[in-house]
């Protein structure tokens, strides 16, 4: 009998032959979903100026300091300040500038009055501001420059990902361009005879190849650029002759033909190539891994959909992820209180899509995503899923109420 291989060992092994890939310049509003090689350096300061933080009046804090409703202080308004525009003139005793949210504070002026701390507010202020509140302090309502980030500051360290937030604080700071490792190039490639196209209507004895497509989604999601989605039947040496096209690939990624069937067109290309374990997971079980003659990494999972998600999780995303070399390569881990119970195979690992119950914020729960909880083919009950219960291998069940370690997919959908 062959011995089982632990999740944690299987991914070591792929973790051990990752190598980064190399860096590339790209401008930074076509840099979305990639991950930076080098530190991104702050060209501006953030704020660039003081400036308001509210549409009032710049004052002097000397001049107002002691305005009340009853004993109101009125100051000359002598400019008027946009955001956009330069500061005008000097703000001197007993004078005032109206100023606008963003706008850069006038020279003399070192504190805002919100119009609502006045009598006449916006409607009435172009010659004369009735100040009624005192500010809290001098400095009020300013933004200080480079209060956020200074010229010459790491606005993002290697290794980040960069999303709409990050590639909006990099654009703030004046930054145009930046290195980023190069986007995983990606093969995937469902086998089995059985397989009709994606979007084809299935013939006698045939399935939808929906693994390919799922595949591809997950590596899009992972940072990895799709070379080709496509699937060959039981024939070895179909996959073998696609193979040789696509050598120069970062990684190659099959779905079935791993196990041990009569007809497995992977283990009959590769064997002896790569190594075909049966880990100590489910589902999941059977997995081939290895590097190709031309430095592709070879992912082999198996066929069932459940299956492929869930060693795409544990395995290749990882894999992806290290090749673009990002900081964290694994999703946070929540403990969350399970909703139901269920039996979990005994000494593997298991992976249940999950659903959560979001009914009461204080304490989500969560349930398998489908009544057959992590059957390798529930398909359709994937659909639903927004996460993957993680169950240790030493755990015999789990009973409703007990913590679960959860991931999240974000987005899940």
């Known amino acids: 009998m062959t011995e089982l291989v632990s999740v944690d060992a299987h991914r070591a092994r792929i973790l051990d032959v990752v190598r980064p890939l190399p860096a590339e310049t790209v401008g930074v509003t076509g840099a979305s979903g990639r991950t930076l090689a080098r530190d991104a350096i702050a060209a501006l300061d953030i704020p660039a100026f003081d400036n308001s933080a509210m549409d009032g009046f710049a004052v002097r804090f000397t001049d107002v300091a002691g305005a009340s409703a009853s004993d109101p202080v ?49 409607a009435d202020s172009l010659s004369t501001a009735i100040v009624r509140e005192t500010p809290k302090a001098a400095g009020a309502h300013i933004r200080r420059r ?47 005879a059985e397989l009709s196209a994606p979007g084809e209507v299935p013939g006698a004895g045939q399935i939808p190849d929906s693994n390919s497509t799922l595949i591809a989604e997950l590596v899009r ?12 039947g039981d024939d070895p040496a179909e996959l073998v002759h696609l193979l040789e096209r696509y050598d120069d690939a970062d990684a190659i990624i099959t779905s079935g033909g791993v196990s041990a069937g009569a007809y497995e067109p ?60 990002r900081v964290h390569i694994d999703r946070p881990l929540l403990r969350l209180p ?20 979001r009914a009461d914020p204080a304490t989500w729960r969560v349930r398998p995503a489908t009544t057959g909880g992590s059957g390798s083919h529930l398909v359709g009950g994937l659909g639903l899923a927004e996460g993957f219960a993680v169950v240790p291998a030493e755990v015999d069940e789990v009973a409703a109420g007990d913590l679960v370690d959860v991931v999240l997919l974000s987005p899940p959908f």
């Open 74 to 122: 009125e100051l000359a308004v002598s400019g008027d300040v946009a955001a956009g525009s330069a500061a005008l003139g000097d703000v001197t005793a007993g004078t005032t500038h109206r100023i606008m949210t963003g706008a850069p504070v006038p020279h003399g002026a070192d504190t805002i009055v919100p119009f609502e701390h006045t009598s006449g507010g916006l």
């Open 146 to 192: 480079a209060e956020d980030l200074a010229r010459g500051d790491t606005v993002l360290p290697a290794g980040s990902p960069l999303g709409a937030l990050q590639i909006s604080a990099l654009l703030a700071a004046g930054v145009t361009e930046v290195s980023v490792t190069r986007a995983p190039r990606v093969v995937v490639v469902s086998t089995g």
């Open 221 to 232: 999601g992972a940072g990895g650029e799709l070379v080709l989605r496509t699937n060959v």
């Open 266 to 325: 992977v283990k009959q290309a590769l064997e002896g190539r790569i190594r075909f374990s049966k880990i100590a997971m489910q589902p999941g079980k059977p997995q081939g891994f290895g590097v190709l003659d031309g430095g592709a990494l070879f992912f082999g999972l198996p066929g069932n959909p459940v299956s492929v998600a869930a060693s795409f999780e544990a395995f290749v995303r990882p894999a992806l992820l290290a090749m673009q070399a």
């Open 338 to 357: 399970s909703a139901a119970a269920w039996r979990t195979p005994p000494e593997r690992r298991q992976y249940v899509p999950i659903v959560v119950d």
